[in-house]
């Protein structure tokens, strides 16, 4: 009885994000293709009713799913940005920032990355574009700004390096998924990124 009077007393902005954590944790758990309404209704204890009385629809669960993961994740990325040194330490602070992020959070690229979410729903799909495109821009950006500073290779093209440093990302949580437990996230990372940096650092003998 105290339980239900607990939960009558929740706003709506505070259901709504019970909804979101408990999806984000079941996606993970689950598998987003296995996640169901009822299930988000028996992790929290409440009716699919309730949960309907908060998100008309599945896809607008999800669609906030999506928007709670650009909200986090750009403050986290921004956070690591803020703490840098320069442009190239902004962009690494960033990339370890993002590991980190994902390694404490396995579910969220399979959310950003699933063709389930794309095909299924164009305004998932345009909300996912937007984010990709808006990092890619923000890594973009600081590719320019340490063009500037002379600290990267003068005719470094900085949009595909952008795209390479996402994909990079993305390849690495996949791999490190297909190995399950045999590989590390952040070990891998560790490996990875010098290598991305030697690729587009200025060489000291550039003539």
């Known amino acids: 009885m105290n339980q239900d009077v607990i939960k009558r007393r ?57 928007s709670w993961i650009r909200g986090r994740l750009m403050t986290v990325l921004e956070k690591a940005a803020s703490e840098a040194t320069d442009p190239i330490n902004a962009i690494e602070r960033m990339f370890y920032a993002h590991i980190t992020f994902i390694s404490k959070h396995p579910a969220i690229p399979r ?25 890619e821009g923000k890594v973009a950006g600081l590719l320019e700004a340490a063009k500037a500073q002379s600290l990267v290779a003068s005719d470094l093209d900085s949009q595909s390096a952008a795209v390479l440093y996402i994909g990079m990302i993305q390849g690495l949580f996949m791999q490190v998924s297909i190995f399950g437990g045999k590989r590390s996230l952040l070990d891998e990372a560790k490996k990875t990124f010098p290598i991305y940096l030697y690729g587009i650092k200025k060489r000291k003998d550039a003539v």
């Open 111 to 135: 959310l950003l990355f699933t063709e389930m979410l794309h095909k299924k729903n164009s305004k998932l799909r345009d909300l996912i574009q937007e984010i990709i495109s808006g990092y």
């Open 10 to 66: 929740l706003s709506t902005e505070e259901r709504q994000s019970e909804i979101v954590r408990v999806a984000v944790h079941l996606a993970a758990e689950k598998g987003i293709d296995s996640v169901t309404t009822q299930d988000m209704a028996d992790a929290m204890n409440v009716t699919q009713g309730a949960v309907f009385k908060h998100f008309p629809t599945k896809d607008d669960i999800w669609f906030a799913v999506i």
